[in-house]
């Protein structure tokens, strides 16, 4: 067994313009130099100013002290400004804040747990399809149609009219497509550098609309009659507890579709690549077993099985140091600044590889190595950063930590997942790291 799982081969050299370009198009991650996992920033210039920062001080500065200075940069606005342009992961400023302050009790721990059926009864159909299937299995695949199973069942669930694998269709567009925007603008890279496949398509982007649109109709029309408020019911209600603001049409819409699209994908990657290291690593994988067949029996988790699942748990965290779904976070400079030393101009990129800090070797003992129990002890708050922080914080994070445990006890403690010799998956960044070629493994109950 080779002692580490797959990685990113970070660039030794200075890749020049056209070098940057052709990375770009391939691999984000591998514009990051080897030598920002060793020192606390990185500048340089492809055509705009940039500073990569892997400073934990200095990320508080960006991401909480100072995070009006450092609003999220151009370029993820122009991506994602015609698709979710009203939702809170793109306002800025006042328009922010109250968005924030109106959706944060929607995703309240008592909230979340209560959606915790839904995520138990989606493990169970995941285990059902897996008991069915022939081996070996791409289980992004798998924990794709899991996640996105919970998230329209939290979103979209009770209207009759709302057809999910329309949904699915339109959103895997969507993704396919943004996939495709490369980052090249990020690095200010001339304009004549051709640009692939720019946006996702219209015709697919109004579909979401539609989609999301009647949705929000449906059920304002006619509201659950029983159970627990789900996601669609809470942004209904959401209102600005200091101004008793709600949200207009087009707010609710984008808002409902950030969700979607922000919240599937990014946990679906966190349990296949947490599959991929259980399969890597087969002494965490019957520890985790056993830990997971012991408070489970043969039920499916609960949400009120988390605190007696702390091996789980670790796994969960230690695949979101080693593949972080969103490896890459980037800022616009607004004000002239010091970071790290380094003079900082209004209007340059600060990025921040989020990949590299937590690869970072004067950060982590042994970086690149998989050991969940490095977690048995929490590391320093900047220094992990799988979620973000400050502010802007995922506001997701504890719905996907929940559902990710949930799932992946479930699967544990009831198959045993084997890797395939030289099918290892490679980490690819285009728009969140995902596992090039899939994840094959060989599935078998236990
Ligand atoms: C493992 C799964 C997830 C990961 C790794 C993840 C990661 C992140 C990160 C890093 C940010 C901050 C981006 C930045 O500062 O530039 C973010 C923001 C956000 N995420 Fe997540 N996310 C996950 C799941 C979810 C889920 C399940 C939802 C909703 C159902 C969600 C909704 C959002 C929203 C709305 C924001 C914007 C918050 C704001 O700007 O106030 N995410 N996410």
């Not at 970086?367 to 506001?395: H, K």
């Not at 030289?422 to 969140?432: A, F």
Request: with cysteine.
């Amino acid at each position: 067994m080779p002692s580490e799982p797959t990685k990113v081969a970070l660039a030794r050299q200075p890749l020049g313009i056209v070098g940057t370009a052709l990375t770009a198009r391939r691999n984000l991650l591998e514009l990051i130099p080897e030598i920002a996992t060793r020192q606390p920033i990185v500048s340089g210039k492809t055509g705009v100013r940039f500073h990569m920062v892997m400073d934990p001080a200095t990320l508080r500065h960006i991401l909480k002290d100072r995070v009006e200075d450092y609003p999220k940069s151009n370029v993820t606005k122009l991506i994602l400004e015609p698709a979710i342009g009203d939702s809170l992961f793109v306002a800025e400023g006042a328009q922010w804040r109250w968005q924030r302050r109106a959706v944060a009790p929607a995703f309240a721990l008592r909230h979340v747990q209560a959606l915790g059926p839904i995520m138990t009864a989606a493990a169970q159909a995941s285990s059902r399809r897996l008991a069915a299937a022939r081996s070996p299995v791409d289980l992004f695949e798998e924990t794709v149609a899991a996640t996105f199973e919970v998230i329209s069942d939290v979103t979209l669930s009770g209207d009759r009219a709302f057809d999910r694998d329309a949904v699915h269709y339109a959103i895997d567009g969507y993704i396919a497509q943004t996939a495709k925007v490369s980052l090249l603008d990020v690095m200010g890279l001339p304009g004549w550098i051709p640009r692939p496949g720019r946006m996702f398509s219209r015709p697919g982007l109004n579909r979401m609309k539609q989609i999301a649109d009647r949705a929000i109709d449906s059920r304002a029309a006619n509201p659950k009659a029983d159970g627990v408020p789900d996601l669609l019911d809470l942004l209904l209600d959401a209102a600005d507890p200091e101004t008793g603001r709600t949200m207009t049409r087009d707010e609710l819409r984008d808002n409902l579709l950030t969700f979607i699209v922000a919240g599937h994908e990014t946990t679906a990657l966190t349990l296949a690549w947490a599959l991929y290291l259980c399969a890597f690593d087969p002494n965490v994988q019957d520890a985790a077993a056993a830990e997971a067949g012991g408070v489970l029996g043969d039920q499916a988790a609960l949400a009120t099985d988390l605190p007696r699942l702390p091996l789980i748990q670790r796994i969960v965290n230690e695949a979101l140091r080693l593949y972080p779904p969103a490896a890459f976070l980037s800022r616009t400079a607004q004000v002239a600044d010091r970071l790290c030393g380094r003079d900082v101009l209004p209007g340059d990129t600060v990025m921040l590889p989020i990949y590299a800090l937590h690869r970072h070797h004067l950060l982590w003992d042994r970086p690149d190595t998989f050991d969940p129990d490095r977690f048995l002890t929490m590391p320093d708050r900047y220094a992990y950063l799988p979620f973000g922080a400050g502010p802007r914080i995922c506001i997701g994070a504890s719905f996907a930590l929940h559902e990710a445990v949930i799932i992946l006890a479930t699967l544990l403690a009831r198959f045993r997942f084997t890797a395939i010799p030289g099918r290892d998956p490679q980490p690819r960044m285009i728009l969140t790291l995902r596992p090039h070629g899939g994840v094959w493994l060989n599935v078998a109950p236990r």
